[in-house]
Nanobody, 121 residues
Framework: QVTLVESGGGLVQPGGSLRLSCAAS????????MGWHRQAPGKQRELVAT???????NYLDSVKGRFTISRDNAKNTVYLQMNSLKPEDTAVYYC???????????????WGQGTQVTVSS
């Protein structure tokens, strides 16, 4: 079992910055991939960014150059630094992980509770 706890959301003006954090806890063996998804009202959930344990990253095209995903493997924590925020970035952001835990022979997907990011003047 893996539990993800997110923090860092809030209200910010266009052009501003926020940093989201997500800490994983539990009987963790490994977390090959961590990432962030977001869902805006009336829209489908979309993948924002992912990062592997080896540091490989990928991003949604619309956030490239503005968002940076990183992780601290020793702390089982993933971050999303969001710069040059736009109103269209407004959404609930969810931390997700593909992980293995004690007692399981398969990788499973876990989700955080979500944190609201609102970009508005």
């Amino acid at each position: 079992q893996v539990t993800l706890v997110e923090s860092g959301g809030g209200l910010v003006q266009p052009g501003g910055s926020l940093r989201l954090s997500c800490a994983a806890s539990g009987s963790i063996i490994s977390i090959p991939t961590m990432g962030w998804h977001r869902q805006a009202p009336g829209k489908q959930r979309e993948l924002v960014a992912t990062i592997t344990s080896g540091g490989n990253t990928n991003y949604l095209d619309s956030v490239k150059g503005r968002f940076t995903i990183s992780r601290d493997n020793a702390k089982n924590t993933v971050y999303l630094q969001m710069n040059s925020l736009k109103p269209e970035d407004t959404a609930v952001y969810y931390c997700g992980s593909i992980a293995t835990s004690v007692g399981s022979t398969r990788q499973k997907t876990y989700w955080g509770q979500g944190t609201q990011v609102t970009v508005s003047s």
